[in-house]
Every structure is written in structure tokens, then in C-alpha cells.
């Protein structure tokens, strides 16, 4: 059995959320200049290298590269044989989340559903948790914006609607969201499961590094088609029209029902920011 102070917890996570906000992962910046190399249209090549310009001041300058540092989301695979000492492992996220937007001088975008008052420290995050083998815990920080978040959507098909339904409802999501979820996109679907388990597929999905492939080879291909599919759409980088209009597809699944056929959509802009730790 492995002890780890929640105290250990509350402070990685704080360093996590500010650095996510302002460093994006070296895998999007290569995503970006491939795009770049691959986007025929003037003002498209003229947005992706504004983009990188802009992550390479956030870098540089330490501040947000952009102004929604999201709703903070974390994700937790905690080894079975840890045990937490010194207080309550929520309550250190919490407050890790809190510190974090207090001196990143983060924007607090958590508020109320219905009154829409600020909570005015970005909390509660959003956790997931699950339990692996092991004695290691590893942390995904990762500020998810609005604007993207709101294109993202969760449907329960029917088998009979198959995998042309997926494409359709893809496509349908990113033509949908237009220049709205700020592209050149990223897009996380989840297949199988159920109501609940197919978003955080989605979810989850998103987190895979760019150009990696399902290793289902019909997933992998499917991944490829959709991606191409979306990129015929012309939206391109913000909206301005082009070639790129996402930057990969990840595909994850699980079995469901025998009656049903849940998909999930979910969309990331182009600030796909997340930090990840394993300690």
C-alpha cells in the first residue's frame, strides 16, 4: 500500500490547470503545421499561423491562450493499492481547481444553471474517476472551453441506422457548429455503452494523441472517412473557408444494448489544451 498526502494532489493539480491554460501540447502545435502545409486556402494558412503565433506568445508571455480557460474537468485513473492521507481527495481537487484560476488569473466561466451567478472560482470541476491496478496516480487536467462544448451532443440510435447514421450525425454536428466551435476542430466520439457511458467515450477520445489510430482496424478506418467527410465541408480554419476544418478523429467504443446504438459527439477547438501526470 502507497500513501499520497491529498495535499500532493491539491497542488499538482493547480500547476496542471495553469499550465494547460497556457502551454498547448507539443502533439497540437505539430497537428497545426501539418495543417498548415496541407491548407490551400490563403486566408486559412493566414488563421493556422496566427494560431500558432498566439500559443507561442501564451508560452512565452505565461498567459491564457485564450480568454475561456474552460470549465476545469479532471481525470483521475488512481492505482488500487494507493491510499489517500490528510483529508478528502475532492475536496484537494477542489481546491487545486480554486488556487489554480486564483493565481493564473484564470477566467471563471462556472456558474449557476438557472440564475446564471458566477460561482466565482471556477469550481465544481467536473471528475472522473477510475480505478486501475497499481500503486501510481495519474491526472488529466483539462480546461474545456464552452464554445466547442456547446456543438458536442449525445444521440441513441437505432442499429438500423448503422454506421452511415454515425457519419450523418458527425458531419451534421461539425456543419452544425460552423466557425462557432472555433476551428480547426478536434472531434472525440463515443460509440456503445449508454445514455451516459457514450459521452465520456467521447470524452475520452479526445485525449488520444493526433494521428494515432484505433487499433480496430474498421474504428481506424472509420476515424479516416469521417475525417475526410468533415474536411469536405469547406468551414475551414475560424470559419474563413478552406481545406482544414479538423485536425483528426478519435473513435472510442464498447459494447451496448442489443437494442439500441448510442453515439456521442464531442468537439474541441483549436486551444486543445490538457495536462497530463503520473506521480
Not at 500559443?55 to 494507493?82: H, M, N, S, Y
Not at 476544418?245 to 442489443?258: E, G, N, R
Amino acid at each position: 500500500m502507497r500513501e499520497i498526502s491529498v495535499n500532493r494532489i491539491r497542488d499538482e493539480i493547480e500547476e496542471m490547470f495553469i499550465e494547460a491554460n497556457f502551454h498547448l501540447p507539443e502533439d497540437q502545435i505539430m497537428a497545426l503545421t501539418e495543417a498548415l502545409k496541407a491548407e490551400d486556402s490563403d486566408i486559412g494558412r493566414e488563421v493556422i499561423e496566427l494560431l500558432l503565433k498566439n500559443a507561442e506568445i501564451a508560452r512565452l508571455e505565461k498567459i491564457p491562450i485564450c480568454q475561456d480557460t474552460g470549465i476545469a474537468t479532471v481525470f483521475l485513473e488512481i492505482g488500487q493499492d494507493v491510499h489517500f492521507v490528510d483529508g478528502s481527495l475532492e475536496d484537494a481537487i477542489y481546491e487545486g481547481v480554486r488556487r489554480a484560476y486564483k493565481h493564473g488569473y484564470l477566467r471563471g466561466s462556472c456558474c449557476d444553471p438557472m440564475t446564471r451567478t458566477n460561482t466565482g472560482d471556477n469550481t465544481p470541476p467536473i471528475i472522473h474517476e477510475r480505478i486501475v491496478l497499481g500503486d501510481k496516480v495519474k491526472i488529466i487536467a483539462f480546461p474545456k472551453g464552452g464554445g466547442s462544448e456547446n456543438y458536442s451532443e449525445v444521440r441513441v440510435f437505432t442499429p438500423a441506422d448503422g454506421i452511415e447514421g454515425v457519419k450523418s450525425f458527425v458531419v451534421e454536428m461539425v456543419a452544425k457548429g460552423g466557425p462557432n466551435p472555433c476551428p480547426p476542430i478536434t472531434i472525440g466520439i463515443g460509440i456503445g455503452g449508454n445514455l451516459e457511458s457514450a459521452p465520456l467515450l467521447a470524452k475520452e477520445a479526445l485525449l488520444i494523441s493526433y494521428g494515432k489510430r484505433n487499433p480496430d482496424l474498421f474504428l481506424a478506418k472509420l476515424e479516416i472517412e469521417i475525417l475526410t467527410e468533415v474536411n469536405k465541408l469547406g468551414i475551414g480554419p475560424q470559419g474563413y473557408g478552406g481545406r482544414i476544418t479538423a485536425l483528426d478523429v478519435h473513435i472510442k467504443a464498447m459494447p451496448c444494448h442489443i437494442a439500441s446504438f448510442p453515439v456521442a459527439v464531442a468537439i474541441q477547438c483549436h486551444a486543445h489544451r490538457f495536462k497530463e501526470k503520473i506521480i
